[in-house]
Every structure is written in structure tokens, then in C-alpha cells.
């Protein structure tokens, strides 16, 4: 056999593999903690799976199980990390003050204003190189598919009225954890953990005071129903819920499902940011209407001042903490900073 018959022999073998690749179908299992029939889903998880089967043609298939049903939101990343489901949507919250403590940046008072920013922000900084890749995600074998940050979290949806700073001392606020955590404390109010689904009779009761969350959820899982009051005008930090799939999963993957998964993620997270942006503001119109009857205050800019000083040493105070165990929040905070607007 001569060298170009080797040669073109070889190429033709390549030409087959590469082919083989092309062609080749993936199915993937994709499970949240979300209902299927809300806006987050409806914007974020379906433009996902949609755009990615526009992308490889229908080649790359997603099994949807929604509301938990591929297993329990704070049980999500290790199942993501065993391969006991391939992809599941990570509430951030759950993992800010153990696994993943960087999403604490998510989390800081009055530094993120628009969906979109932060959202751009958390993937110049999670992407591969990025500074919470390689200190998060690559030690605990993730990559991050799709960002879904949420607007800025308050006291949405209130049995008790809030019109000055003071009012929220004392307040049982419901918050997403980690930094939020203190913020709450540092604002005197008494912060509480419970799971989204509890927040309803939580309300009722008088487990809490108050839900710290976006207003088109207040809107959507009925929230209004038991809270009369809420307040706007400054972000107390947010939460995000990201689509993480094992590094290990990740690769196995041809190369062409890898570029579509990103791509699908990517246009997924601009989508949700998105109307997310603009559903927020509606949200907040609509429910002080009299179909809704809520009151809705809006902080003064003396109010604002006086908020950004009683919580300025939240993110001083979660930085050196993290410092002390040899994560680099400072560095980290400095990356996601200079990745917003200026």
C-alpha cells in the first residue's frame, strides 16, 4: 500500500468518525425543583431544551422532570455529581453557605440592579478560566449550562406594613441563606430558612413575618393571598437557580452536543433575564391594583442611603470569613464587580 493510499485511507477513517459524532443521538435527563407551568420554566428551562434541539436537529433529546421529581432540590448537586440525573437546576441558595460559597456574590446588598447584569456577571466569572470556575466548579466536577438570576429580593410580601428602616427590626424574614442571612441580621430582623413550597403556611401562621423574594413570584405562587404589604426600591441581595451537568458527563459528550449545550444554555439564560426584567415591573403594578389589593412602598434615596449603611459591612464581613478558609472571595468579588456595568 503506497503512502497515498494510507493517507487517504486515513482521512476517509476520520471523515467516518467525524460523521459517526455528527450523526450520533443523546438523550439527556434534566430535572428541577420548578413546576412546569411557571414563567421561570416556561422562559428559561423550555427555551433550553427547545433551542437545543433546534441546534443538533433533534439529535440531542431532554427528559423533563419537573418539581422535583428526579430527586430533592438540596440533594440536586450531588446527584448532578454521581450522574444519578445528567442536568439539574441548583437553587443557589441551598449551596451558598456550604458547596458552592462563591454564589454568596449573588447575594450582596444593592450591588446588582438588572436581571440581566448579574446574569452576565455570574458567567464571565463561572465560565471556564473564570475565577469561580476553577475555584468552585471544576473542584466539585460541574460546569454551569444556563444562569437564571432572579430580581432583586425584599420584603415582598409582608403581613406587616413597612414604611421606615425600623420596621424591619424584629421582622421573621424568609430568605434564600447565605449572605442573605446577614443582611437580615444586620437590618435587626430575625432571618428564617424554609423551602419555597412551606412559605404559604408559613405566612399563615406567623412563622415569618414576611417572604424576601421577587414580586412576580409573590404574584405567581399566590403569595398576595396572605401578605397585604411590601416594599421595593432596594435589593437586599437575590438568589439564582443554575443548570448544572457533571464535567465528567460534559465531556463524554461529542463535541458538537457540547457547543450546543452551551450555546442553548446561553440563549436560555438571555431569555429568562430577559422577561424577567420586564415581567418584575408588571408584577409590581399589578398586584397593587384591587384585583390584588397589596400596598407596595418604594424606599426614599434617604432611606436607600440609610439602607446601604446599616449593611455595608455584610460583604466586608463575608469576605474575610471566606478568606479565613483560603477561598479567594475577594478576588472573586473584585471579577464580578468589574464584570457589571460601570
Not at 15 to 26: D, H, I, K, R
Not at 153 to 166: D, L, M, R, W
Not at 231 to 260: C, H, M, W
Request: net charge negative; hydrophobic share 40%.
Amino acid at each position: 500500500m503506497t503512502a497515498k493510499t494510507t493517507g487517504l485511507l486515513a482521512a476517509g477513517l476520520l471523515a467516518a468518525t467525524a460523521t459517526g459524532a455528527m450523526s450520533q443521538e443523546v438523550k439527556l435527563r434534566l430535572g428541577t425543583f420548578l413546576p412546569a407551568s411557571v414563567n421561570g420554566t416556561i422562559h428559561g428551562t423550555q427555551v433550553f431544551i427547545d433551542e437545543l434541539s433546534k441546534l443538533t436537529e433533534g439529535r440531542a433529546e431532554i427528559e423533563f422532570y419537573p418539581a422535583e421529581q428526579a430527586g430533592k432540590s438540596r440533594e440536586a448537586l450531588e446527584l448532578v455529581r454521581v450522574g444519578a440525573i445528567d442536568i439539574y437546576e441548583l437553587g443557589t441558595g441551598y449551596y451558598s453557605s456550604s458547596d458552592v460559597p462563591l454564589w454568596g456574590l449573588l447575594e450582596a446588598p444593592n450591588l446588582v440592579q438588572k436581571v440581566c447584569d448579574g446574569t452576565r456577571a455570574m458567567r464571565a466569572v463561572g465560565d471556564p478560566g473564570g475565577i469561580v470556575w476553577q475555584t468552585q466548579y471544576e473542584p466539585l466536577g460541574i460546569r454551569i449550562l444556563s444562569y437564571y438570576v432572579y430580581p432583586a429580593y425584599g420584603p415582598s410580601a409582608s403581613n406587616k406594613q413597612i414604611t421606615e428602616v425600623s420596621d424591619l427590626e424584629g421582622l421573621k424574614l424568609r430568605n434564600a441563606g447565605g449572605m442573605m442571612e446577614r443582611t437580615v441580621s444586620a437590618l435587626g430582623g430575625v432571618p428564617v430558612g424554609i423551602t419555597g413550597p412551606e412559605v404559604v403556611q408559613a405566612l399563615q401562621r406567623g412563622t415569618i413575618d414576611s417572604w424576601m423574594g421577587a414580586y412576580s413570584s409573590v404574584r405567581d405562587y399566590d403569595y398576595w393571598r396572605d401578605a397585604d404589604y411590601g416594599v421595593t426600591g432596594f435589593s437586599l441581595g437575590t438568589p439564582g437557580i443554575f443548570a448544572a451537568i457533571s464535567e465528567r458527563k460534559f465531556q463524554s459528550l461529542p463535541e458538537d452536543i457540547q457547543t450546543a449545550l452551551v450555546e442553548a444554555g446561553k440563549a436560555a439564560e438571555e431569555s429568562f433575564c430577559a422577561f424577567m426584567e420586564e415581567d418584575e415591573a408588571k408584577a409590581i403594578e399589578e398586584l397593587q391594583t384591587d384585583d390584588y389589593g397589596m400596598e407596595i412602598y418604594t424606599w426614599t434615596p434617604e432611606q436607600v442611603e440609610e439602607l446601604s449603611s446599616v449593611t455595608s459591612g455584610v460583604v466586608d464581613a463575608w469576605v474575610a470569613d471566606l478568606e479565613k478558609r483560603r477561598i479567594p472571595a475577594g478576588d472573586a468579588l473584585e471579577a464580578y464587580k468589574a464584570a457589571l456595568p460601570q
